[in-house]
T-cell receptor, first 109, second 119 residues
Framework: DAKTTQPPSMDCAEGRAANLPCNHS???????VYWYRQIHSQGPQYIIH???NNETNEMASLIITEDRKSSTLILPHATLRDTAVYYC??????????FGTGTRLQVFP | EAGVTQFPSHSVIEKGQTVTLRCDPI?????LYWYRRVMGKEIKFLLH????????ESGMPNNRFLAERTGGTYSTLKVQPAELEDSGVYFC?????????????????FGQGTRLTVV
């Protein structure tokens, strides 16, 4: 599974877009980019995943660079409830997710 | 639809005792996973069941840990005897399919976790 690199922490004002970067330069052609988050005291929560194309769902958008070496998770209108640790994971599937240290996103009023 | 449920939510036991954690996956999910986070460390994979069979148990730390999934429904994770370093939060997750592809549901749903404290 691909090793990913994320900034340890980020801040975002409520209502603004939160853009969380992830580097995965060693990702292989068949590995997906998954994003999960963990809100304090809860279990990890799936957000979105993608392979090559950009993806969007009700929670977020995922922008993957053409060379697939990096991606950005976008929360279009961050709320206080989006404060969490966000994990970028490169994996063939969900059989064995390797969680790194993630990015601690703090959304402030 | 009920999510992944874990029991108990908290457990405090003494070193040397036995503890059994239970996980009820989402109904119909063949895949069941156990993960744990020990204090200050990252969330680590423990093992993966497909129905009642252990697909991958490469993350199990040692033979004090025993996971079962009789009948392919709920799963238990027993720690016997418990040691201080076993303290942490144990998460269970389940998924419908692990097929890699655009049309497959590859989302893993996690439970709230069991916080285990060994004193």
């Amino acid at each position: 599974d691909a090793k990913t690199t994320q900034p340890p922490s980020m801040d975002c004002a409520e209502g603004r877009a939160a853009n969380l970067p992830c580097n995965h330069s060693t990702i292989s052609g068949n590995e997906y980019v998954y994003w999960y988050r963990q809100i304090h005291s809860q279990g990890p929560q799936y957000i979105i995943h993608g392979l090559k194309n950009n993806e969007t769902n009700e929670m977020a958008s995922l922008i993957i660079t053409e060379d697939r070496k990096s991606s950005t998770l976008i929360l279009p209108h961050a709320t206080l409830r989006d404060t969490a640790v966000y994990y970028c994971i490169g994996s063939y599937n969900t059989d064995k997710l390797i969680f790194g240290t993630g990015t601690r996103l703090q959304v402030f009023p | 639809e009920a999510g992944v449920t874990q029991f108990p939510s908290h457990s405090v036991i003494e070193k040397g005792q036995t503890v059994t954690l239970r996980c009820d996956p989402i109904s119909g999910h063949d895949n069941l996973y156990w993960y744990r986070r020990v204090m200050g460390k990252e969330i680590k994979f423990l093992l993966h069941f497909v129905k009642e069979s252990k697909q991958d148990e490469s993350g199990m730390p040692n033979n004090r840990f025993l996971a079962e999934r009789t009948g392919g429904t709920y799963s238990t994770l027993k720690v016997q005897p418990a040691e201080l370093e076993d303290s942490g939060v144990y998460f269970c997750a389940s998924s419908l399919s692990t097929w890699t592809g655009r049309d497959a549901n590859t989302e893993a749903f996690f439970g709230q976790g069991t916080r285990l404290t060994v004193v």
